[in-house]
């Protein structure tokens, strides 16, 4: 629990730090994925990765939704 729960709070803080100062803060979360994943320290099981990568994938789809429909707005109002 305290590798999980330790992830967590990195990524929010990191996440937070550059998107304050660089505006970046998605750079951080890979960074440290790849940290903690199985390139880097091996600290998260194979089943927390696969679980965090359909998370992933569930937003990347949402995200792409989104901008979808924001279009269509758009050219609904022109």
Known sequence: ISILSGFLLLLNLLNYGLDKVAYCGLISQVALG?????????????????AVMQLGYLGLILIVYEGGSYAMNLQLVC
Request: aromatic share 12%; no cysteine.
């Open 34 to 50: 790849i940290a903690w994943g199985t390139p880097g320290a091996k600290w998260l099981s194979r089943e927390v990765e696969d």
